[in-house]
Protein backbone atom coordinates (compact mmCIF):
# COMPACT_ATOMS: atom_id res chain seq x y z
CA UNK A 1 0.00 0.00 0.00
CA UNK A 2 1.15 3.05 -0.99
CA UNK A 3 -1.05 5.84 1.17
CA UNK A 4 0.41 5.05 4.15
CA UNK A 5 2.23 8.23 4.79
CA UNK A 6 -0.58 10.74 3.69
CA UNK A 7 -0.94 11.85 7.65
CA UNK A 8 -1.85 15.78 8.59
CA UNK A 9 1.55 15.29 11.14
CA UNK A 10 -0.16 16.59 13.86
CA UNK A 11 1.39 14.68 16.12
CA UNK A 12 5.07 13.39 17.18
CA UNK A 13 3.81 9.63 16.33
CA UNK A 14 6.37 8.34 13.95
CA UNK A 15 5.07 6.67 10.63
CA UNK A 16 5.51 3.11 12.28
CA UNK A 17 3.02 4.15 15.74
CA UNK A 18 0.99 5.78 13.21
CA UNK A 19 0.73 1.97 11.16
CA UNK A 20 -0.15 0.17 14.92
CA UNK A 21 -2.52 3.33 15.46
CA UNK A 22 -4.65 2.89 12.42
CA UNK A 23 -5.27 -0.98 13.27
CA UNK A 24 -6.15 -0.32 17.12
CA UNK A 25 -8.46 2.40 15.83
CA UNK A 26 -10.27 0.54 12.76
CA UNK A 27 -10.14 -3.06 14.27
CA UNK A 28 -8.51 -3.33 17.61
CA UNK A 29 -6.76 -6.70 18.33
CA UNK A 30 -4.13 -8.69 20.48
CA UNK A 31 -1.04 -8.22 21.16
CA UNK A 32 -0.14 -11.43 19.48
CA UNK A 33 -1.27 -10.28 16.03
CA UNK A 34 0.35 -7.07 16.35
CA UNK A 35 3.61 -9.21 16.17
CA UNK A 36 5.56 -8.33 13.34
CA UNK A 37 5.61 -11.69 11.71
CA UNK A 38 1.48 -11.62 12.56
CA UNK A 39 0.49 -8.61 11.91
CA UNK A 40 0.40 -7.82 7.83
CA UNK A 41 -1.09 -11.06 7.17
CA UNK A 42 -3.66 -10.45 9.79
CA UNK A 43 -4.46 -6.77 8.67
CA UNK A 44 -3.50 -7.03 5.25
CA UNK A 45 -1.48 -3.99 6.04
CA UNK A 46 1.82 -3.17 5.39
CA UNK A 47 4.26 -4.17 8.29
CA UNK A 48 4.62 -1.74 10.98
CA UNK A 49 8.48 -2.71 11.31
CA UNK A 50 9.18 -2.96 15.27
CA UNK A 51 11.14 -5.84 16.49
CA UNK A 52 9.24 -7.13 19.24
CA UNK A 53 11.10 -5.65 22.13
CA UNK A 54 10.07 -2.38 20.42
CA UNK A 55 6.70 -3.07 19.49
CA UNK A 56 5.77 -4.16 23.49
CA UNK A 57 7.42 -1.10 24.20
CA UNK A 58 5.82 1.55 21.90
CA UNK A 59 2.33 -0.81 22.84
CA UNK A 60 3.43 0.01 26.76
CA UNK A 61 3.68 3.89 25.94
CA UNK A 62 0.29 3.82 24.06
CA UNK A 63 -1.30 2.32 27.26
CA UNK A 64 0.60 4.58 29.94
CA UNK A 65 0.48 8.09 27.97
CA UNK A 66 -3.90 6.47 27.71
CA UNK A 67 -4.46 6.34 24.22
CA UNK A 68 -5.00 2.42 24.49
CA UNK A 69 -5.93 0.38 26.78
CA UNK A 70 -6.54 -3.42 27.13
CA UNK A 71 -6.81 -6.44 29.61
CA UNK A 72 -4.69 -9.79 29.85
CA UNK A 73 -6.37 -13.09 28.92
CA UNK A 74 -5.33 -16.64 28.30
CA UNK A 75 -5.75 -17.63 24.73
CA UNK A 76 -7.28 -20.76 23.56
CA UNK A 77 -4.22 -22.09 22.96
CA UNK A 78 -3.50 -21.21 26.87
CA UNK A 79 -0.97 -18.66 26.14
CA UNK A 80 -1.41 -15.35 27.89
CA UNK A 81 -2.32 -12.21 25.55
CA UNK A 82 -3.59 -8.72 25.94
CA UNK A 83 -6.51 -7.38 24.33
CA UNK A 84 -6.12 -4.04 22.17
CA UNK A 85 -8.16 -1.04 22.27
CA UNK A 86 -8.12 2.90 21.84
CA UNK A 87 -9.30 5.34 24.20
CA UNK A 88 -11.12 8.31 23.78
CA UNK A 89 -8.10 10.33 23.98
CA UNK A 90 -6.15 7.86 21.47
CA UNK A 91 -9.31 8.22 19.16
CA UNK A 92 -8.84 11.95 18.86
CA UNK A 93 -4.92 11.73 18.07
CA UNK A 94 -5.76 9.11 15.58
CA UNK A 95 -8.65 11.17 13.84
CA UNK A 96 -6.24 14.34 13.85
CA UNK A 97 -3.56 12.61 12.07
CA UNK A 98 -5.70 10.56 9.19
CA UNK A 99 -8.71 13.44 9.49
CA UNK A 100 -11.08 10.10 8.64
CA UNK A 101 -14.66 10.85 6.84
CA UNK A 102 -16.40 8.49 8.22
CA UNK A 103 -19.04 8.68 5.73
CA UNK A 104 -17.05 6.87 3.02
CA UNK A 105 -16.09 3.64 5.28
CA UNK A 106 -17.10 0.27 3.94
CA UNK A 107 -16.88 -2.90 5.00
CA UNK A 108 -17.47 -6.21 3.66
CA UNK A 109 -17.94 -9.29 5.54
CA UNK A 110 -18.40 -13.11 3.85
CA UNK A 111 -20.88 -15.06 4.93
CA UNK A 112 -22.80 -18.44 5.18
CA UNK A 113 -22.10 -20.71 1.83
CA UNK A 114 -24.56 -23.00 0.08
CA UNK A 115 -23.54 -26.46 0.46
CA UNK A 116 -21.47 -28.66 -2.28
CA UNK A 117 -21.05 -25.27 -3.95
CA UNK A 118 -18.26 -22.13 -3.75
CA UNK A 119 -21.59 -19.89 -3.78
CA UNK A 120 -21.55 -17.41 -0.35
CA UNK A 121 -23.07 -14.44 0.62
CA UNK A 122 -21.27 -11.12 0.60
CA UNK A 123 -22.43 -8.06 2.68
CA UNK A 124 -21.28 -4.58 2.18
CA UNK A 125 -21.43 -1.66 5.46
CA UNK A 126 -21.43 1.63 5.93
CA UNK A 127 -22.92 4.97 6.68
CA UNK A 128 -23.64 5.87 3.17
CA UNK A 129 -25.97 3.49 1.02
CA UNK A 130 -24.72 5.44 -2.23
CA UNK A 131 -21.53 4.74 -1.10
CA UNK A 132 -22.32 0.84 -0.26
CA UNK A 133 -24.16 0.51 -4.00
CA UNK A 134 -20.82 1.97 -5.35
CA UNK A 135 -18.63 -0.13 -3.85
CA UNK A 136 -20.93 -3.16 -4.67
CA UNK A 137 -21.11 -2.14 -8.17
CA UNK A 138 -17.36 -0.99 -8.58
CA UNK A 139 -16.45 -4.68 -7.20
CA UNK A 140 -18.70 -6.26 -9.52
CA UNK A 141 -17.84 -4.35 -12.78
CA UNK A 142 -13.76 -5.39 -11.78
CA UNK A 143 -14.60 -8.94 -10.98
CA UNK A 144 -13.68 -8.12 -7.26
CA UNK A 145 -17.27 -10.15 -6.87
CA UNK A 146 -17.74 -12.94 -8.71
CA UNK A 147 -21.88 -11.55 -9.14
CA UNK A 148 -23.85 -12.65 -11.75
CA UNK A 149 -27.26 -10.08 -10.89
CA UNK A 150 -28.89 -12.51 -8.75
CA UNK A 151 -31.29 -10.83 -5.68
CA UNK A 152 -29.61 -8.21 -3.65
CA UNK A 153 -30.96 -7.29 -0.28
CA UNK A 154 -30.99 -3.57 1.26
CA UNK A 155 -31.40 -2.94 5.29
CA UNK A 156 -30.70 -0.08 7.18
CA UNK A 157 -30.43 -0.29 10.84
CA UNK A 158 -29.12 1.82 13.86
CA UNK A 159 -25.67 -0.02 15.14
CA UNK A 160 -21.88 0.97 15.46
CA UNK A 161 -19.85 0.11 12.86
CA UNK A 162 -16.41 0.89 14.37
CA UNK A 163 -16.26 -0.44 18.09
CA UNK A 164 -15.56 2.74 19.86
CA UNK A 165 -17.37 5.16 17.57
CA UNK A 166 -21.49 6.32 18.49
CA UNK A 167 -24.26 4.49 17.06
CA UNK A 168 -25.18 5.61 14.07
CA UNK A 169 -27.83 4.64 10.93
CA UNK A 170 -25.69 1.61 8.60
CA UNK A 171 -26.78 0.53 5.49
CA UNK A 172 -26.30 -2.87 4.10
CA UNK A 173 -25.81 -4.09 1.16
CA UNK A 174 -25.95 -8.33 0.89
CA UNK A 175 -25.56 -10.61 -2.56
CA UNK A 176 -24.38 -14.12 -3.02
CA UNK A 177 -21.40 -14.53 -4.79
CA UNK A 178 -20.75 -17.55 -7.09
CA UNK A 179 -16.91 -18.25 -5.93
CA UNK A 180 -13.81 -17.23 -3.71
CA UNK A 181 -12.36 -17.16 -7.06
CA UNK A 182 -12.75 -13.38 -8.73
CA UNK A 183 -9.99 -11.95 -11.07
CA UNK A 184 -10.04 -8.43 -10.20
CA UNK A 185 -8.64 -5.67 -12.15
CA UNK A 186 -7.28 -3.59 -9.57
CA UNK A 187 -6.23 -0.69 -12.08
CA UNK A 188 -9.99 -0.04 -12.38
CA UNK A 189 -10.97 -0.68 -8.67
CA UNK A 190 -8.48 1.98 -7.49
CA UNK A 191 -9.89 4.55 -10.29
CA UNK A 192 -12.97 3.87 -9.42
CA UNK A 193 -12.54 4.46 -5.41
CA UNK A 194 -14.04 7.04 -3.55
CA UNK A 195 -14.44 5.21 -0.27
CA UNK A 196 -12.15 4.23 2.26
CA UNK A 197 -11.58 0.00 3.89
CA UNK A 198 -8.17 0.62 5.19
CA UNK A 199 -6.76 3.88 7.00
CA UNK A 200 -4.25 4.50 4.55
CA UNK A 201 -6.44 5.13 2.10
CA UNK A 202 -7.87 7.72 3.63
CA UNK A 203 -5.80 10.45 2.61
CA UNK A 204 -6.37 9.87 -0.66
CA UNK A 205 -10.12 10.59 -0.45
CA UNK A 206 -9.95 14.28 1.38
CA UNK A 207 -10.75 16.27 -1.35
CA UNK A 208 -13.82 14.78 -1.65
CA UNK A 209 -17.32 16.23 -0.11
CA UNK A 210 -19.04 14.84 2.96
CA UNK A 211 -21.25 11.95 1.17
CA UNK A 212 -23.55 12.32 4.34
CA UNK A 213 -27.10 12.21 2.79
Not at 15 to 31: C, H, P, Q, V, Y
Not at 64 to 84: N, P
Not at 122 to 140: E, K, P, T, W
Request: charged residues 25%.
Amino acid sequence: MQNQLRRTHATELTDAELILFDIIATRGGTRRYFHPDVFPLQYNYPSHGFTPNDLSAALNRFEASGWATGSDFIDRHSKSDREISITDAGARLWESERQPDWSRLVMEWYGRSRPNTERHRVSVLGHSHAICQRFFDVSCECGFFDYDLGPVVSRMANRKLIYWRPVQPVYLISGWLNSWHGRADWEHFQRERVWWRFADEIGTLWELPSADG
